[in-house]
């Protein structure tokens, strides 16, 4: 008997979790809704401004709120009536629901959260506030004008094989790069309207679109542009509706789904391959971890490139293997060179002396760490141990040999890197089944002027020998 | 008082003068030709100099993209200051003040802005508000045309094939340009102006504002980096008048 109630407490909590995740988990279906909009009250909206906004936006949407300078993509002025996604033609303002939508959706893989948290209510007061801040809005002629996206074919009618050509035939590559990684001849050239340099979208990547990656949304930025940035509006280019969504279900496809986890694990194998493009790779799990940086320079973000690194690894009684892959839109050899670091903490209990790996070099008494460098430069890697103040880079110059080969394509490195479960360099970690260790990866852009503390990283993880 | 009804006065008489000729214009050509408004039997002939040492102009690097290079056996160079022997080129001279807008209608022939070899051409031109800008892509090759003007309608459109055309107008007077992002050395200026009066100097600096009406102008000259000129100039029926620009290099 007494069971029963919490039986029934379980019933209902499970029904919490579902109704919980069912509501969190949908994106609001904008444009297929008639949205409630409330009356505008101005005030009401500088308040949610001014709570919400300010640290990014500034007090009069002007971009240059405290916080800003060190943000990498940096908030947009909102006064400058330049708006990036919108359903509207190019040059053209977006509608309120446009503005709505960004500020409930947030912009992924920017510092732009998404607002669900605010009632609608509030949201809707935002999106007139915003309206007021800047001039465009009231000028006589600038009305929105809403864009013809036709319907939606669904992926089995979208004709992805059609939309593959048209990325071709309408110069997609020329800035996205031919497999889509943001790799193209005019990548590295380009500059948003105010001439900061500004890198295309990787379309492999549908974590990171800033205005959400699905087909329907590509269409919208594939027929309206993303103002302020050199991205066209192929509304006039595009022969019809129909060739928009079979490319919008092409560019959709390159997406490669991240497979985001705390753990890496190592397959047990005796014969260990020699090259990436082996066939057994296919049966090894595969972990990614996302990359950013702290760095700060008088204030100022120093942004880093590389945000995502794919690891496999396999490993015998000598030795294990990685297998890396990690995007980065130019091959550098040059001084400074692409480069990376696998670095492995010799005991889990220094993780609180050693702290983040953004914050490396740390102190004179922080425990050393183990680190297998392997550089684009010399295109070979080298096993060390990096005391406290030194560099993680300090691994490129010191240490034994390690078996590494690299090489580039499309805008993509991929690493097979090789050391031996036991070293025979001092204080290296040695590596065994029964306990896991603690790994980070640390990516220099070259092509980015990386070098030294400027690098992208990764939390530290656990290595599993499996 | 005396002044204000006075300029109103003559405003209005120029108007319905102006207005008159069109109608003129019109039946006499008898053709299907431009309504073209208005002109007259008066000229602005002259030259613009440059006083200073001209940077030497870069050439373009074009290898990012094959097909832009491909078309060039030459090298090409930068166009944003041609001063040869003291005489500049490419200044737009148009009449900014003087004759009100509205009293020409815009010209429905097409200014045609080419993308050829991956350069714009004309580098500089003026275009009437009103009158059509067809953008025209002779590359096979994608170009985008940014265009971020502050009064106008803002656009950035893609070209993706040879052959591409499309039609824009401007309403409003400005300084407005053209941008390609996928090859960033192309660019192109233009001036909007409220009436057909307008020229951009040549190679010898040489420009001449024909079938001007009589009467006192605000003449303007504008060049892309060394910023606009103008000058009150009057002219008679039938007269020539000389006019002309000396710009300095910037400090």
Redesign the interface.
């Known amino acids: 008997m007494a069971r029963k109630p919490s039986c029934l407490a379980a019933v209902a909590f499970a029904g919490l979790c579902a109704w919980l995740i069912l509501t969190s988990g949908s994106i609001p279906s904008y444009a297929d809704t008639a949205p409630v909009k409330p009356a505008p009250d101005l005030a009401a909206g500088k308040e949610a401004f001014a709570a919400n906004c300010t640290r990014c936006h500034g007090e009069t949407g002007t971009g240059n709120g405290p916080d800003a300078a060190q943000m990498d993509p940096k908030p947009r002025n909102i006064a400058e009536g330049?708006f990036k996604f919108r359903t509207t033609?190019?040059?053209?303002v977006p509608t309120d629901q446009d503005l709505f939508n960004t500020i409930t959706n947030g912009l992924p893989g920017s510092r732009m959260p998404e607002f669900q948290r605010l009632p609608e209510e509030t949201r809707w007061q935002l999106v007139y506030f915003v309206k007021s801040l800047a001039p465009v809005f009231l000028e006589e002629?600038s009305k929105p004008e809403v864009v013809n996206f036709g319907n939606d074919p669904g992926p089995e009618k979208a004709g992805i094989a059609k939309g593959k050509e048209s990325y071709t035939?309408?110069?997609c590559a020329?800035?996205h790069g031919n497999a889509g990684r943001g790799d193209g001849?005019?990548a590295a050239?380009?500059?948003d309207?105010w001439g900061n340099s500004i890198r295309p979208a990787n379309l492999t990547q549908g974590w990171n679109y800033r205005g959400g990656s699905s087909p329907k949304e590509i269409v919208t930025r594939i027929m309206t542009?993303i103002?302020g940035t050199?991205?066209?509006?192929?509304?006039?280019?595009i022969s019809s509706k129909e060739d928009a969504w079979a490319l919008a279900y092409y560019v959709n496809s390159l997406q490669k789904a991240p497979l985001w986890n705390r753990t890496i694990e190592a397959k047990r194998s005796q014969r260990l391959p020699e090259t990436a493009q082996d066939p057994v790779w296919s049966q090894v799990s595969r972990t990614d971890l996302q990359m950013s940086n702290q760095l700060y320079k008088e204030g100022q973000i120093e942004p880093v490139r590389v945000n995502a690194v794919s690891v496999q690894a396999m490993y015998n009684e000598e030795a294990v293997i990685f297998r890396l892959q990690w995007d980065d839109p130019d091959e550098s050899r040059q001084t400074p060179p692409d480069a990376l670091g696998i670095i492995l903490m010799p005991n889990r209990a220094m993780k609180w002396t050693v702290g983040s790996l953004r914050s490396w070099p740390a102190s004179q008494d922080a425990p050393s760490l183990d680190v297998s460098y392997w550089s684009a430069g010399k295109n070979g890697a080298s096993e060390a141990v990096v005391q406290g103040t030194a560099d993680l880079e300090t691994g490129k110059t010191q240490g034994e040999t390690l078996t590494a080969e690299a090489s580039y394509a499309d805008g993509q490195w991929t690493l097979l890197l090789k050391r031996p479960l036991q070293s025979s360099l001092k204080d290296r970690v040695a590596l065994d089944s029964r306990e896991a260790t603690l790994i980070g990866l640390t990516v220099w852009d070259g092509g980015n002027q990386e070098q030294g503390r400027r690098r992208s990283n990764s939390n530290w993880v656990n290595f599993i020998l499996k | 008082m005396g002044n204000l009804s006075k300029s109103g006065f003559s405003m209005f008489g120029f108007t319905v003068f102006a207005l008159a000729l069109a109608a003129g214009t019109a039946l006499a050509a008898g053709s299907a030709t431009e309504a073209r408004a208005a002109t007259g039997t008066s000229s602005l002939n002259g030259t613009v100099t440059f006083d200073g040492t001209a940077p030497a102009m870069q050439k373009i690097k074009m290898n990012a993209d094959p097909a832009c290079q491909q078309q060039h056996k030459d090298p090409v160079l930068e166009e944003s200051m041609l001063a040869n022997g003291g005489k500049l080129q490419n200044v737009v001279i148009y009449i900014k003040e003087g004759i009100a807008p509205g009293t020409y209608p815009a010209p429905k022939t097409p200014v045609v802005l080419n993308q050829t070899g991956c350069v714009y051409q004309p580098h500089v031109f003026a275009i009437q508000a009103g009158q059509p800008l067809e953008i025209v892509n002779n590359d096979p090759t994608l170009h985008n045309v940014n265009c971020q003007p502050k009064l106008n309608k803002k656009f950035n459109i893609a070209q993706p094939t040879k052959g591409m055309k499309i039609s824009k107008s401007f309403d409003q007077p400005e300084g407005i340009s053209f941008k390609c992002n996928v090859h960033p050395w192309m660019n192109a200026h233009a001036v909007v102006t409220t009436n057909p009066f307008f020229a951009v100097s040549d190679a010898n600096g040489s420009f001449s504002l024909a079938n001007l009406p009589a009467g006192t102008y605000t003449v303007s000259a504008w060049h892309e980096k060394l910023g606009a000129q103008t000058q009150s100039v009057t002219v008679a029926d039938g007269e020539t008048k000389q006019v002309s620009f000396a710009f300095k290099a910037a400090q």
Do not use: E, F, K, R
């Not at chain 1, 050199?230 to 280019?237: G, K, L, N, Q, T």
């Open positions: 330049v033609a190019s040059g053209t002629n035939q309408l110069g020329s800035c001849p005019s050239t380009l500059v309207n542009g103002d050199p991205m066209p509006s192929y509304a006039d280019a």
